[in-house]
């Protein structure tokens, strides 16, 4: 049985390390070839969108748009539905491959056999 990562992270810029914290280990978990889908919520929304990454900055962390682009890669990134709608954010808007979906998918995924849930 394969194993399956969903990580919700709710923070943004407005709680840098959970932020980031959460972005490296969904980052670590699709290098260690687990299968990773990463939920976007609250504020760390913004980062959907091209080039909001890049004013992320935490010392002694990876870069944000690096950690994205590898998630990118090898996993899946959702935009939750409501909170894409709060900020005007449409599909047209978000980086390539992000998907908006909301919280009925996001608990089809975290309700999986064999797949491990977690919130930043």
Known sequence: MSKKLVIKV????????????????AAVAVASG???SLWLTGESAWF???????????PH???????IESIRT?????????????????EK????????AGAQVFVQEAMADGTQALVY
């Open 74 to 90: 090898g996993g899946r990134i959702t935009l939750c539905t409501q909170c894409a709608a709060r900020r005007d954010i449409t």
């Open 93 to 100: 808007d978000v980086l390539e491959g992000v998907r908006i």
């Open 34 to 36: 687990i299968e990773v």
């Open 61 to 67: 962390s990876a870069p944000l748009p690096d950690l």
């Open 48 to 58: 959907a969108l091209p080039g909001r990454a890049a004013a992320f900055e935490l």
């Open 10 to 25: 709710t923070a943004g810029a407005d709680s840098p390390e959970r932020c980031s914290q959460a972005f490296t280990v």
